[in-house]
């Protein structure tokens, strides 16, 4: 088992639509999560942390963690061109950070 | 102004020679790491320290070798023993320390290619 697992995508959502992003991890004693965007060819850029079971909100995205399914999502409300990129899923184990191979989304304009 | 400068942008290597990555941060963050991406593909952990004269290998060190002799900086050396090193290569930092989610933040990347 990958210990953290995306959806390869690619994942297309009509633009104003909400997308909905997920990953899954297989560590229970992971602390922190992390969601990063990357366009082509440029390096991540941290979107959104969340450590506590919950959501977590920030303007058009909300980080969902739940620990005792290990499953965290990222939801993107009022979709825009500009939010067409890879997501990259993260996952902090004892300062280890592990990446998932990243969700493609594509907005449909 | 504060980040993480990654030298060259980009660098050919003939096939069995070395070539060091450079990777220097003035946030002073205490932990620095090391990525490797190929194209498609997701982030790749290679090394990655904590503090100051002291690291752990990642998922995929065989061939590659860091060093931290400054809080600073934490240059990589890609070996002639690296069977496939054509990849994009990203270094990044982060806090450390109880209370804080301690986000990595990333420099801009080092393309290396194999000729």
């Known amino acids: 088992q990958k210990e953290v697992e995306q959806n390869s995508g690619p994942l297309s959502v009509p633009e104003g639509a909400i997308a909905s992003l997920n990953c899954t991890y297989s560590?229970?004693?992971?602390?922190?999560f992390f969601w990063y965007r990357q366009y082509s060819g440029k390096s991540p850029e941290l979107i959104m942390s969340?450590?506590?079971?919950g959501d977590k909100e920030d303007g058009r995205f909300t980080a969902q963690l739940n620990k005792a399914s290990q499953y965290v999502s990222l939801l993107i409300r009022d979709s825009q061109p500009s939010d067409s990129a890879t997501y990259l899923c993260?996952?902090?184990?004892?300062?280890?950070?592990?990446f998932g191979k990243g969700t493609r989304l594509h907005i449909l304009p | 102004d504060g980040g993480i400068t990654q030298s060259p942008k980009y660098l050919f290597r003939k096939e069995g020679q070395n070539v060091t990555l450079s990777c220097e941060q003035n946030?002073?963050?205490?932990?620095m790491y090391w990525y490797r991406q190929d194209p498609g593909q997701g982030l790749r952990l290679i090394y990655y320290?904590?503090?100051?004269?002291?690291?752990q290998k990642g998922d995929i060190a065989e061939g590659y070798s860091v060093s931290r002799e400054k809080k600073e900086s934490f240059p990589l050396t890609v070996t002639s023993a690296q069977k496939n090193p054509t990849a994009f290569y990203l270094c990044?930092?982060?806090?450390?320390?109880?209370?804080?989610?301690?986000?990595?933040?990333f420099g801009e990347g080092s393309r290396l290619t194999v000729l």
């Open positions: 990044a930092s982060r806090t450390t320390g109880q209370g804080w989610a301690g986000e990595l933040f």
């Open positions: 560590d229970r004693v992971s602390q922190s």
């Open positions: 969340i450590y506590s079971n």
């Open positions: 993260a996952v902090n184990r004892d300062d280890k950070i592990i």
């Open positions: 946030l002073n963050h205490d932990a």
């Open positions: 320290s904590q503090i100051v004269n002291d690291f």
